[in-house]
């Protein structure tokens, strides 16, 4: 059983910082790829960042700059450091990993974290 389990969300003031840690466990041989997504009430769910092994990471143009996507293979977790936070960051982030899990003969699934509530406000 794999799941991804989200921490890190939380009120900030604007320009204030939150790093989020998404939590990879169960029979895991490796993971693809990192993704952040988020989604705004109202909102369609909107790609934040994405690293994939072997590649660089890539941010969507309104938070290029400001967030960071990284990674720690050793602890199975993908984190997102959010900086110079905005407003319009408000949202339910939410973390997905591409994980070949033990077992599968190297094919990848992709796996969904519950989401976790970043607030923004004065």
């Known amino acids: 059983q794999l799941q991804l389990v989200e921490s890190g969300g939380g009120l900030v003031q604007p320009g204030g910082s939150l790093r989020l840690s998404c939590v990879a466990s169960?029979?895991?041989?490796?993971?693809?790829?990192w993704t952040w997504y988020r989604q705004a009430p109202g909102k369609q769910r909107e790609l934040v960042a994405t690293i994939t092994s072997g590649a660089s990471p890539d941010y969507a143009a309104s938070v290029r700059g400001r967030f960071t996507i990284s990674r720690d293979n050793l602890k199975n977790t993908g984190y997102l450091q959010m900086n110079s936070l905005k407003p319009e960051d408000t949202a339910v982030y939410f973390c997905?990993?591409?994980?070949?899990?033990?077992?599968?003969?190297?094919?990848?699934?992709?796996?969904w974290g519950a989401g976790t509530q970043v607030t923004v406000s004065p």
């Open positions: 997905s990993a591409n994980v070949v899990v033990l077992g599968s003969t190297w094919s990848s699934r992709d796996y």
């Open positions: 169960g029979n895991i041989r490796a993971i693809n790829t």
